[in-house]
């Protein structure tokens, strides 16, 4: 039996036909399988949604309490059989609440990834190996230029800075979900004690983090502050890097933690001081890994730079395709 006999390629995304759902539909439909909450992969008007607690949790907060029909959580690890279909989410290591989706039918088992890493990241669960017959992976980073640098190494990077320039404001553009909670995370670890400072935008993801169990110590909204913070180290959405918002702060170093920083031209196009590599999905070593790990005979590959990564796989004797899903985003 060929997978595409029952996963299938509709105008809302991947579709499988024996347990009438999608997974991640680019639109509304009546049942939808969620990865995560970033908003690409999860969008309102759906019927019904299965997905983690944390990324219904995720979903509610930015889409709305009746965003979707109905919601159901489903744990890490517990089988939901669903017709002739079993539904069981794995870690994905991208976000908080981030799953891969493992599907078994008639002895076999599809893996449609969603975003993922294999890099520890202390706000959500590592990456967890699930082999199958097809891995249905991303390839957001899939050209072998991208290879990302260790996270120590760049908030290292970023420390030193801060040293070197005391009397300058820091000002990191950061992803709101997932990105901006990793590098507060990522400086406590690095025994950064000093007070945080918010762009606006980014406090409510931040407070449904620290909702969830996470701890990032003293964390000031830039808004109660008003003008200097010399210094001191300042996140935003990465399109306030420009805004007039960052003339209030001394003389800003601007930062941009993104896996794109490994790209010189997507530094200059933010105008961006300090490019940091810090990235929530797999870099190129990781993605072949991964794939070659899950022991998957065929696989698709849904977003990103598809045609360089179905190549490679045809090298290793895999049986690859690009799916060219519509509506993903580069988030990073």
């Known amino acids: 039996m060929k997978f595409e006999s ?33 908003s690409d992969h999860a969008r309102p008007g759906h019927g019904a949604v299965l997905a983690t607690a944390e990324t ?7 889409l709305g309490e009746d965003s979707a029909g109905s919601f159901q959580v489903l744990p890490y690890g517990e089988p939901l059989q669903h017709g002739d279909v079993t539904i069981t989410l794995h870690p994905a290591g991208h976000i908080l609440g981030s799953a891969q989706v493992a599907l078994t039918y008639r002895g076999q088992r599809a893996v449609v990834s969603g975003d993922y890493k294999r890099t520890p990241d202390p706000t959500c669960q590592p990456f967890e190996l699930v082999s199958c017959g097809l891995f249905v992976t991303e390839a957001t980073f899939a050209l072998p230029v991208f290879r990302h640098e260790p996270d120590e190494s760049e908030i290292g990077r970023l420390l030193a800075s801060l040293k070197a320039f005391p009397d300058r404001a820091h000002l990191v553009g950061c992803y709101g979900l997932g990105k901006c909670q990793r ?7 690095a025994d950064y004690e000093r007070s945080i400072y918010l762009h ?33 180290i300042v996140l935003c959405p990465p399109a306030a890097l420009k805004d007039r918002w960052s003339r209030r702060l001394a003389d800003p170093v601007t ?16 105008g961006v001081e300090l490019p940091l590599v810090i990235s929530d999905h797999a870099d190129w070593p990781e993605l072949i890994e991964t794939i070659h790990e899950t022991g998957a005979e065929q696989v698709w590959v849904t ?13 290793m004797g895999k049986r690859a395709r690009a799916l060219a899903l519509l509506g993903r985003e580069d988030e990073d």
Not at 56 to 62: G, K, S
Request: proline share 3%.
């Open 56 to 62: 219904v949790a995720i979903m509610q907060a930015r």
């Open 6 to 38: 029952w996963l299938k390629l509709t105008e809302a995304g991947l579709y499988c036909a024996p347990g009438g759902f999608h997974v991640d539909p680019s639109r509304g439909v009546e049942r939808a399988v969620v990865t995560h909450g970033h």
């Open 303 to 315: 977003h990103g730079r598809e045609d360089a990564l179905v190549y490679q796989l045809g090298l």
């Open 183 to 189: 590098l507060l995370a990522l400086l406590r670890r």
């Open 255 to 270: 930062a941009l933690a993104s896996g794109w920083m490994r790209v010189r031209g997507r530094a200059r196009q933010y």
């Open 200 to 232: 606006g935008a980014l406090q409510g993801m931040t407070d449904l983090y620290v909702a969830h169990g996470q701890s990032f110590g003293d964390i000031v909204p830039v808004g109660e502050v008003g003008r200097g913070l010399a210094g001191e």
